[in-house]
């Protein structure tokens, strides 16, 4: 197999679906025989400073020419003008989980801005790999040719040994039903409006722990707090920060249902996992998860309408008998999902497909 160097920016450890969907296939390439080099960006992408983009114009030189170069979209589409200058020598992939200008919280300018200079980054490579069909349709005002995009989507880890039958097991319905929300905490993922929802359903026996970096929008995560705290519901609802994997099976195979009330994913892999689990899903019709989560294995809402999630939380609240049925739903959602050896064996196509035709590149300012 053929040597990939791997950039991606900040820390590869960091506990979001997009790091460790870049884990995850690197470790799969590598079980395939190839040598995988993953390389560090400036953690300041997508916002990078004067010194993040010298460092990847440096980096980018310093790698033999012909090199086959996967580059994370967290760092590649705030990186056009580093991108463009080695686009001949190099070949590059891109590697989009969604499109920079989707985060929440963007002014027009910078959402704009953004728009931009990714498509002018992504006209540069000669491939990019998409998470999604979702992702691939945004890309679609990118300008990038259909012929030119690949769809690998993220593999799902169930738990280990016994399979979940958690609602099929007796339980006292007077006991507070479990919710479990798997995300950092920013303004995308809609930790706000979850909060609001459940601030009108006090009456009804439920806690919620929320796992998920607390750190990486300070100022979000200071708004939550209060906001939880003005509702009276700090007994209920616990921010838990980020866990370990074996902390997150166990928080997965004790819940009753997962919760994730986002403005936008470009796939979802907390849904996905969530699933494989055999929890029911109450979340949001954005990105992949309308895809993903069909009418057996959870409700979806608009991500702007608050009043449907609180009505979807109302009803699994309070018919069991529809729990039971999503999470046996949800267990058969899960066993057509993909796994990561071949999501791994995918990419590996696509990579060596790419690197074998070099009329792919077809670079256009």
């Known amino acids: 197999m053929a040597t990939l160097e791997f950039l991606l920016p900040g820390n590869p450890l960091t506990a979001t679906g997009g790091y460790e ?8 390439l590598r079980g395939l025989g190839w040598t995988v080099r993953v390389r560090s960006l400036d953690s300041s992408f997508p916002f990078p400073t004067a010194h993040a983009l010298i460092d990847a114009q440096q980096q980018l030189a310093a790698l033999a020419a012909g090199s086959l170069v996967l580059i994370d979209g967290l760092a590649l589409g705030a990186m056009a003008e580093v991108a463009q200058a080695h686009a001949g020598r190099l070949q590059l992939i ?7 200008a989707a985060e929440t919280g963007l002014s027009q300018e910078l959402a704009a801005q953004l728009v931009e200079s990714e498509r002018r980054a ?5 491939m990019v790999i998409v998470t999604s069909d979702s992702t691939r349709r945004a890309l679609a005002g990118y300008g990038v040719a259909e012929q030119r995009i690949a769809v690998v989507e993220p593999g799902v880890e169930g738990p280990h040994g016994t399979h979940i039958e958690s609602y099929r097991r007796l339980r006292d319905e007077n006991d507070p039903l479990r919710m479990l929300c798997v995300a950092t905490i920013t303004p995308r993922k809609g930790h706000d409006r979850l909060v609001d929802a459940l601030a009108e359903l006090r009456e009804y026996p439920w806690v919620l722990n929320c796992v998920g970096n607390v750190e ?3 100022e979000t995560t200071s708004a939550l707090r209060a906001r939880i705290a003005a509702a009276g ?3 209920r609802i616990v921010l838990t920060g980020e866990l370990d994997a074996a902390a997150l099976d166990r928080q997965l195979r004790s819940a009753d249902l997962f919760v994730l009330a986002t403005r936008f994913e470009g796939y979802g892999m907390a849904v996905t996992q969530a699933l494989a689990y055999g929890l029911p899903v109450v979340s949001t019709r954005t990105g992949a998860i309308a895809d993903l989560v069909s009418a057996e294995a ?3 809402v608009d991500p702007n309408d608050g009043t449907a999630l609180r009505e979807a939380l109302a ?29 791994s064996q995918q990419l590996s196509e696509v990579l060596t497909h790419a690197s074998r035709n070099s009329s792919n590149t077809a670079f256009q300012s």
């Open 21 to 28: 969907y870049d884990r995850r296939i690197a470790e799969g």
């Open 233 to 235: 519901l700090e007994q």
């Open 122 to 126: 992504l006209q540069a490579v000669r």
């Open 298 to 300: 959870g409700i979806l």
């Open 315 to 343: 009803h699994i609240l309070t018919d069991s008998a529809l729990r039971v049925r999503l999470a046996a739903g949800a267990q058969r959602v899960a066993t057509n999902l993909p796994s990561w050896s071949a999501a």
């Open 216 to 218: 990486r929008s300070p």
């Open 94 to 100: 891109g590697l989009v989980h969604h499109p920079l």
